[in-house]
């Protein structure tokens, strides 16, 4: 594919920026790409490991004369990256972000963005458990989509032009309004991520009983739910602090659920069991039959995909 912006900068170089500059180099997307990151640290270790063309020591440096700036920060960052970088942007740039809830993004990055660029927010559903500069890897988003979420005023040119780069870096594309996309994500990523820390919390109570038992014989089941619950702290705090309607909404109907099945058993009622287990079974084949997963037995475990595992 050809070049879709001379330069693309990234702000924040953790697991997803930085897998969005090996995509983009593999494809040759971007003319240059330029990144910064808060910490000495981690702009040192993008320098080292060549991460970028070139890795600036302040956010409003590395915009300056983008074509394209990419948000790659933990949501509750946005509005101070955003209020840092407002005034050093190049008039037609686009601006854009990753973050995984998006009406609290919009809210707290539009405001800040002068008239003369367009603001389009998007979110790649790929990830890993692992952060930093030297987790990401050019396939992660391979056949995986991206949510791209136009706002109000956003320029069709502009949202065209990020669509190509996703679809550049391998990822389906899809559009949906910010609302929507919190209620969705909520159901398919944010509640299960929520209910495997509790799941995880559970057992490491339950293994002060039990003397390691737990980790000792766990299972595939909980292996998942561990591999899940290992996922960034900072970050999923965030996501929980600011997809909070969505989040409560799915949770009050999980909780339902889970009482209903309470019940069940409590009762004996195994025809609930049986129709309740044929429906979910249903829709994992679904998501085997949308490419949006394995069927090999152990989830494909003996040839692991680097960004099959979680993703937020
Ligand atoms: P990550 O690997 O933890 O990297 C986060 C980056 O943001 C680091 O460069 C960090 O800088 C910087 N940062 C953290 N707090 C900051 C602050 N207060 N101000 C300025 N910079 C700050 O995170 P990630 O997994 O790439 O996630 C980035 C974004 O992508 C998040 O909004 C997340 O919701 C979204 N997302 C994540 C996934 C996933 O599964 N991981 C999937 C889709 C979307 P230092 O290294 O210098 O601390």
Known sequence: MAQVYERAALIGLGLIASSMSHAMRRAGLAGEIVGYARSEDTRQIARDINLCDRVCDTAAEAVKDADLVVLCVPVGAMEAVAREIG???KPGATVSDVGSVKTAVVEAVAPHLPANVHFVPAH???GTEHSGPRS???ELFDDRYCIIVPVEDSDRAAVDRLTDLWRGMGARTEEMDAEHHDLVLAVTSHTPHLIA??????ADDLRRVTDSEVIKYSAAGFRDFTR?????PVMWRDVFLNNKEATLEILGRFTEELFALQRAIRQGDGDHL??????TRAIRRGIIEA???TDAPDFGRSKPRKGDITGG
Request: glycine share 10%; aromatic share 14%; hydrophobic share 45%.
């Open 87 to 89: 005034p050093a942007l």
């Open 124 to 126: 790649p559903l790929a």
């Open 136 to 138: 990401g890897f050019a």
């Open 197 to 202: 820390y509790t799941m995880v919390g559970v």
């Open 228 to 232: 899940i619950a290992a996922s960034d």
């Open 274 to 279: 049986h129709d309740y287990f044929t429906r």
């Open 291 to 293: 490419g949006q997963d």
